[in-house]
């Protein structure tokens, strides 16, 4: 009798203890959905803005041209703006830090790196706006954090989830911006806590901008083409030259910014030196394909035409802009990169033209932020699933190859690449 006592408050204690955690389950999954919807909405919102006003800049500086001789005064602006609300320009590596360390996001910096990216691309400096994107989406995260008292764990995920939404309004890649922001963060581990928000926070931020016209960023490749070996080994070599490309990209713009930091301390004149350059290049080349995002090479790239100097050149006067204290963000110029240097190696080697331009694209993406299943997804969303085992060979080998080395200070590479081991350390 007492045998059945015991096994019947036994069966009691396990139903309740179930019970308890499946109301911590179902709890936390509301909580995280909502918060999620709030950011997506939120994050659509900023991101549909930040997409205007960098396509009425752009707009603004193909009708006049002459706007790009006001490029160093307009990086004098920005300089003066910084100072004058008494901020320390923040990137993406503040973001990232907040993501894994207990730091703050002034939430001040966000109309900053909206106004600044927005002055960058109207008067022509070589910068994307997806680094803009996600400083504004962390800082976005990180202020509802306060705002909701979470504790430093679940600022993290907000943080992530910010990333996630004006990523994903801007570039209209919602799986992308998702995965992104939970890989991008430390190389070798997801945080599958962050799925649920960050997938709805995408979608809902995807959707919102969409219904606002903030058109998706596609260059849709159409049938398959199939698989053979002597195409996947193309593929492969234009991957490894875009990892190559990746490290010379990265090491440019971290060893340029310190540099110039020391040969120019006075970031009045560093900017106004950086500008000059920028313009006197334009001029001497007879052409502005090298200024602003350059989304419209990438899409010449696409069908098969691009410079064979177009990548080194587009590298060049990237590093003018974003060492010498423009705003915006590297990831676009690193596409470009990419599709101009994968569509040249891509004719040499054989493959289809946009085929070529594709694999570049994502083998530069890949090796210059580590992210190879956002890669993966990046390329299903922006050019079709159909050539998606392709895309995944670039990644692997862009991904291996790249080394050690990183777009981001604070980005970590907590499990090796080449091995089933713990080094946790942050990126070349």
């Known amino acids: 009798m007492d ?80 100072r004058l609300r008494g901020m320390h320009p923040t990137d993406t590596n503040g973001v990232l830090l907040a993501i894994h360390a207990p730091t703050s996001v002034p939430g001040s910096t966000a109309p900053l790196i909206f106004v600044g990216t927005t002055i960058t691309h109207l008067f022509g400096g070589s910068a994307g706006r997806e680094g803009a994107a996600l400083q504004l989406g962390g800082v976005l995260g990180y202020q509802l954090g306060r705002v909701l ?69 596609t260059f849709p490749l159409g049938a398959a083409v199939p698989f053979t070996w002597a195409s996947a080994g193309s593929v492969a070599a234009v991957a490894a030259a875009c990892a190559v490309l990746s490290i010379v990209y990265c090491i440019a713009l971290r060893q340029g910014g310190k540099a110039l930091g020391k040969g120019i301390p006075n970031s009045y004149l560093r900017v106004f030196l950086g500008g000059s350059a920028v313009v006197l290049l334009s001029l001497a080349l007879g052409t502005t394909d090298y200024n602003g995002a350059g989304m419209d090479v990438i899409a010449a790239a696409m069908q098969g035409h691009a410079r064979p100097e177009a990548f080194a050149l587009k590298m060049l006067f990237t590093v003018l802009t974003m060492t010498t204290g423009y705003k915006g963000g590297e990831i676009v110029p690193a596409m470009f990169i990419g599709a101009t240097a994968g569509c040249v190696l891509g004719n040499l080697f054989g ?45 692997a080998i862009s991904f291996m190859l790249s080394a050690n080395f990183g777009l981001y200070k604070e980005q970590k590479i907590v499990y090796s690449k080449i091995r089933a081991e713990f080094i946790n350390r942050y990126t070349d």
């Not at 139903?15 to 499946?22: E, I």
């Not at 998702?178 to 799925?195: K, P, R, W």
């Not at 995408?202 to 606002?212: G, H, K, M, R």
């Open 149 to 217: 008292r979470l504790d430093e764990k679940d600022t993290h995920l907000i943080v992530m989830c910010g990333m996630s939404s004006v990523f994903s309004a801007l570039f209209g890649s919602p799986l992308t911006a998702a995965v992104f922001a939970m890989e991008v963060a430390s190389v070798g581990i997801l945080h599958f806590s962050a799925i649920l928000p960050c997938l709805t926070a995408s979608l809902t931020a995807a959707y919102l901008a969409s219904a606002l016209g903030a058109a998706a960023e």
């Open 351 to 395: 493959l289809a033209p946009g085929l070529g331009a594709a694999v570049g694209l994502l083998g530069m993406f890949c090796g210059s932020l580590n992210c190879p299943i956002s890669a993966i997804f990046l390329g299903v969303e922006m050019f079709g699933g159909a050539n998606i085992q392709y895309y995944a060979i670039a990644a």
């Open 3 to 82: 045998s059945e006592k015991n096994a019947a408050g036994g069966y009691k204690s396990l139903f309740r203890r179930h019970a308890n955690l499946t109301v911590r389950y179902m709890r936390t999954f509301v909580l995280w959905a909502a918060a999620g919807l709030v950011i997506g909405a939120l994050g659509g919102l900023i991101g549909t803005a930040f997409c205007y006003a960098i396509r009425e800049a752009t707009q603004l500086r193909g009708a006049y041209p002459w706007l790009l001789y006001f490029l160093p005064a307009g990086g004098l602006l920005i300089v003066w703006l910084y």
